[in-house]
């Protein structure tokens, strides 16, 4: 009678790190790439064009002095943990229960019940709504640090009492992106809530007196955001110059930076048009990018252009239009040498 024998079960190949893989910037292409390490933010950047490309980087450097108070002459540089987030109240140094079946959801709910109060509830629910809504619009870690922090100045004075909470959210974010120059319209931050336009106008006129109040007050402005380590000062609707880049990068030019510079100094110039002077900064902006896109030899429709900008493809061919009736004096100060590719320009 033949043994019987259990087959082996096949061997699993140990895990390799492919060292073949080699971050590069997608716009430079720079081969090797020239990348920078900020440890002071955490971000992976290139060094010749600026684009993050990378976040939450962790610091492998040595430690040569520690971070203890209570060390009592411990000299050891290790330390554990995050930094205390100055947003949030308290010592922040409570243990979390986690929620796990049956047993950890009566625990989880009881800790809730006991640690937190109805403020700090409506504070973190707050912070969540903003660092979502920034998210939506891919507005960053900054502008959301900065509406948060604004979000808590409202609340710890008490300001605003009787407005919804999703107007004084959208009010913050607006601020934010303006403080931070993070170029964001009004009609882009009054779609991501269901307030009327006007009310959210009207919260934002009052945080903005509230900010201006508080300024030079001892306790307004002083954290760890350096953007508001400083008076608060009001700044202008956001212009078409500023709308020029991010367009540009949503419409994937092969040379982002060549058409984006054009559309910039269109931009800058489109002041001394009276034509467009009360045209809406986004119709110029697309106009502009329409211009600079022939210019270059990456041309693309005025439709597209439109659909990036959130405006009609009338809005794009009107404002161009105007454009174009003065594009001898605006090209000539851009291109002293001649104008490249100014027989494709079309006429509307």
């Known amino acids: 009678m033949a043994d019987f024998v259990i087959p082996k ?127 939506s619009i891919n507005a960053g870690t900054q502008v959301a640090n900065a509406a948060k922090h604004i979000y808590k100045l409202v609340e710890d004075n008490k300001a605003l009492k009787g407005k919804s909470q999703e107007a004084i959210t959208a009010g913050c974010i607006f601020i934010a992106c303006r403080q931070t120059g993070v170029p964001r319209t009004f009609r882009e931050i009054y779609s991501l809530t269901k307030v009327s336009k006007k009310e959210i106008g009207r919260v934002f006129k009052q945080l903005e007196s509230f900010l201006q109040k508080i300024g030079g007050e001892e306790h307004a402005i002083t954290t760890s955001i350096p953007t508001f380590n400083q008076q608060y000062q009001g700044k202008g609707s956001t212009t078409a110059t500023e709308l020029c880049a991010r367009y540009c990068s949503n419409l994937n030019f092969r040379n982002s930076v060549a058409v984006e510079d054009v559309a910039r100094q269109l931009a800058d110039k489109t002041s001394t048009i009276s034509e467009l002077a009360g045209r809406s900064p986004l119709s110029v902006a697309a106009a502009c990018i329409y211009m600079a896109s022939h210019i270059r030899n990456e041309s693309r429709t005025s439709k597209e252009i439109a659909a990036v900008a959130g405006v009609s493809d009338g809005t794009v061919k009107t404002a161009y239009r105007l454009l174009y009736n003065k594009k001898d004096k605006l090209l000539e100060e851009i291109f002293p040498e001649g104008v490249p590719n100014l027989d494709k320009l079309p006429a509307n």
């Open 9 to 135: 079960p096949p061997q699993q190949e140990k895990f390799k790190e492919n060292l073949q893989n080699v971050l590069m910037c997608p716009e430079c292409k720079e081969d090797p790439p020239h990348l920078v390490e900020e440890f002071s933010s955490g971000d992976m950047v290139c060094g010749s064009c600026g684009l993050v490309l990378g976040e939450r980087i962790i610091d492998t450097r040595s430690e040569w002095r520690t971070f203890s108070n209570d060390d009592q002459g411990n000299d050891d540089p290790s330390r554990v943990g995050d930094g205390p987030n100055q947003l949030i109240d308290g010592d922040q140094l409570q243990t979390t229960i986690a929620f796990d079946g049956k047993n950890g959801k009566n625990l989880s709910h009881l800790q809730n019940k006991i640690t937190q109060d109805k403020n700090s509830k409506q504070l973190m629910q707050a912070y969540r709504d903003i660092q979502g809504l920034t998210d």
